[in-house]
C-alpha cells in the first residue's frame, strides 16, 4: 500500500512552486511504490478541496485527509511519512 500525498495549488503562485518541488524531493526519497505525490489545482478541484477543509493553498492532504493547511518543512513532512510507514508495517 501506497501513502497519497495532494498538494493544493493555484496556478503562478511562485510560493507555491518553491515549496513544492523542495517537498517532493523528499516524498520522492521515500520510493514511488511508497508514496505517490499528486499536484491538484485548487481552483478545478474547488469543491473537493472544501470537502477536505482547505482553505488556502498552497495546503497538502495525506490519504485523503488535509494535513497540513500550510505546507510544512521538508523535516516535518519527512517525519510524518517516516511515522505513517512505519504505522503501515505493524
Do not use: H
Not at 500525498?5 to 523528499?26: H, M, N, Q, S, W
Not at 520522492?28 to 491538484?40: E, I, L, Y
Amino acid at each position: 500500500m501506497s501513502i497519497r500525498i495532494e498538494v493544493f495549488y493555484t496556478p503562478g503562485c511562485g510560493r507555491c512552486e518553491r515549496a513544492r518541488d523542495t517537498l517532493k524531493e523528499v516524498a520522492k526519497s521515500f520510493g514511488d511504490q511508497r508514496v505517490t505525490w499528486c499536484d491538484v489545482n485548487l481552483l478545478d478541484e474547488l469543491d473537493y478541496a472544501v470537502r477536505l477543509g482547505v482553505l488556502t493553498p498552497p495546503s497538502m492532504a495525506i490519504d485523503g485527509e488535509l494535513v497540513f493547511a500550510r505546507l510544512p518543512r521538508p523535516a516535518r513532512l519527512r517525519e510524518e511519512l517516516s511515522r505513517r510507514l512505519a504505522r503501515e508495517r505493524t
